[in-house]
């Protein structure tokens, strides 16, 4: 259990009790605490009803963590319902056998049935011994091939996987497939999704559909298809609008499959949710809060009416993502692929229709001020309270784990420090403004731990950036892989720790060929960022160090000599990225900016069709292959 905040007295603001922290130190090395305002608007926004910093959440449902084995003894007589619902009668203590899962305690009290969550957990996430694999990291939308419609599909992965197995590869990472909403003009970012827990129709592969070979214009729908790759960026919007059409029409002739049922059932009312939304953001457009007040609510009696009514719509959505889920599976990915989650949901979106009354209305969450932004960050997606979290047994969290790792081999976790606390932007405020608040994050690893197992998926942790002391001890007891890049260490890669996943870049930074060729820097003068002092002078420095050169280093020797390099890790996962493999120049995101960069729309210069054949590749898979076998 986590300690009880300390008394008024000794928490004068009320801070404590909100898990709103006192303070912290920026990057300037400076002391920096919430103002009146912002401490009250946080609060408010938590579920305060005034501003007395006496007054204390409401009382929340108690929640006790277990390992197997352990038992808990409840004050008298009570009812033990298991995750599956059975139930049994406890008198004395819990039986010791107690399966993993999320299970709850009912007793009969004089004011009426007390409910306690019980959540049986390994507390260490699935993470074999002699783990030691290499691997390529891939943002899917720009992995295109000749028969690509404009952007990366599932079966584009399925060729991915296949080239990456046939060199020996142990894993797959990916950028996150979570849906955005429907609508005609389709977002970029694939960080700010609508759902974490669907994914996105945009890779289907439409030919590999039930019902496609039977189109009788199948070779113009074709054709117009994949003329979609022909610019140089890619267009969500032009690809979502053709799939979208020729999804419509399979879907009017799909004559149902017992696969399809199945998959309806196992997904219950969480499917029929997401659909039901999907359908009225069809006919309201999107951003729910300004939907007529009767479908504000996903349980209201007229969101049931408007699923009955619109039957048909319903089940369009929900036979997308049994399709997605089909061709995810098809493609391998349970043997490789290492999923992405990002740090949450679009404020408008479906997430937050589902789960509005655990979220802290009007409050953003983001990065302070630091040297490369100013005014700090604001990422525009709404928080859990964590209280209100905490009561509902973790399961919105849960459901969220589980179904990122459905069908992946292990789990990504951006920004994995968010387990533990977030900067809250208080509404209206800036994120000078904010402060952090807290969660209860060994709880969160718990239940992590408990997905993963089951799932037999290894979690890595996206750790970089400023860690609060002692996160990534705790991390590396519950199981979690740390995240380590040649741009921000300064040992060899040789040194680095065993339990981690090493890379060189990730999407967020840049590739070798853009530093080294000085693209990179000027792709961030061009888009008025802030550039460090040195400009590309300390990741110059890291690749000279690495790949044993000088500056007249030609760019295939430095991206080969930092790949042999990074292979002398020790670590339990090596991994490069596609960018680097086919000599792209541009990183794929460049933080900080939205149009002044073609952030997620570029894609890679050389097409899956010719990865076989392409030199830098073989020679890099080559040298990573070769590292794991020598260590």
Not at 32 to 60: C, F, K, N, S, Y
């Amino acid at each position: 259990m986590p300690p009880a905040p300390p008394p008024a007295a000794t928490d004068p603001r009320g801070l404590a009790a909100w898990g709103i922290e006192p303070g912290y130190h920026d990057v300037f090395g400076g002391w920096q605490e919430p103002g009146i305002e912002a401490v009250a608007r946080l609060r408010r926004a938590m579920g305060a009803a005034t501003d007395d910093p006496a007054e204390r959440p409401p009382p929340a449902t108690p929640l006790q963590v277990l390992r197997p084995g352990e038992q808990v003894a409840p004050s008298g007589p009570a009812t033990l319902v298991l995750e599956d619902g059975t139930r049994l009668v406890v008198d004395g203590t819990t039986p010791p056998d107690l399966p993993l899962g999320y299970h709850r305690l009912e007793q009969e009290l004089a004011q009426g049935v007390a409910v306690e969550h019980l959540i049986v957990s390994p507390g260490r996430s699935a993470l074999p011994p002699d783990l030691r694999a290499w691997g390529v990291t891939a943002q899917l939308y720009a992995a295109r091939s000749s028969r690509s419609w404009g952007i990366g599909d599932l079966a584009d992965l399925r060729s991915l996987v296949g080239w990456a197995g046939d060199r020996g590869a142990g894993v797959v990472g990916l950028n996150p497939l979570h849906a955005p909403d429907p609508v005609p003009h389709q977002p970029n970012s694939p960080y700010s999704p609508s759902s974490r827990r669907w994914r996105d129709p945009l890779y289907l592969a439409i030919e590999d559909v039930p019902g496609a070979a039977e189109l009788a214009d199948l070779d113009d729908v074709v054709a117009a298809g994949r003329a979609l790759g022909d610019g140089a960026r890619i267009d969500r919007t032009a690809v979502w609008a053709h799939k979208r059409a020729v999804l419509e029409r399979l879907w009017t002739d799909f004559g149902g499959d017992p696969a399809f049922d199945r998959y309806r059932a196992e997904h219950g009312d969480d499917l029929t949710t997401w659909a039901t939304y999907c359908a009225l953001v069809d006919h309201h457009g999107t951003g729910w809060p300004g939907w007529p007040a009767g479908h504000q609510e996903p349980d209201a009696p007229a969101v049931r009416r408007y699923a009955a009514t619109h039957a048909s719509e319903v089940g369009f959505w929900s036979w997308l993502q049994w399709l997605l889920d089909e061709q995810l599976r098809a493609s391998g990915a349970s043997d490789v692929v290492v999923a992405d989650l990002a740090v949450g949901f679009d404020a408008g979106g479906a997430d937050a229709w589902q789960w509005q009354d655990l979220l802290a209305e009007g409050v953003r969450v983001g990065a302070p001020p630091d040297l490369l932004g100013p005014d700090g960050q604001d990422w525009g997606l709404p928080p859990f309270i964590p209280w209100k979290l905490r009561d509902a047994g973790y399961q919105p969290f849960a459901r969220t784990i589980r179904a990122v790792a459905r069908h992946a081999k292990g789990l990504r976790i951006d920004h994995v420090m968010g387990l533990f606390r977030l900067l809250w932007i208080p509404p209206t405020m800036g994120a000078a403004d904010g402060a952090y608040v807290r969660f209860h994050g060994k709880e969160l690893l718990d239940v992590v731990a408990l997905e993963s197992v089951r799932a037999g998926a290894v979690v890595v942790g996206e750790d970089l950036g400023t860690v609060e002391p002692g996160v990534r001890e705790v991390l590396a007891e519950a199981g979690v892989l740390s995240t380590r890049l040649l741009w921000f260490e300064d040992e060899p890669p040789a040194t680095w720790p065993r339990q981690a996943m090493a890379a060189i870049s990730t999407h967020d930074l840049p590739t070798v060929a853009g530093v080294w060729t000085g693209v990179d820097l000027a792709d961030q003068r061009a888009a008025g960022v802030t550039v460090p002092a040195d400009g590309d002078g300390s990741m110059r420095h890291h690749l000279r160090v690495a790949a044993h050169v000088d500056d007249s280093a030609s760019v295939e020797a430095v991206v080969l000599g930092a790949h042999q390099r990074l292979a002398e890790a020790p670590s339990m996962l090596v991994t490069a990225t596609l960018d680097d493999l086919v000599g792209a120049e541009h990183r794929p995101n460049l933080p900080g900016t939205v149009d002044e960069h073609p952030n997620w729309r570029i894609p890679l210069p050389v097409l899956l069709d010719d990865l076989a054949g392409h030199p830098r590749a073989q020679a890099i898979a080559t040298a990573l292959a070769t590292g794991r076998l020598g260590g």
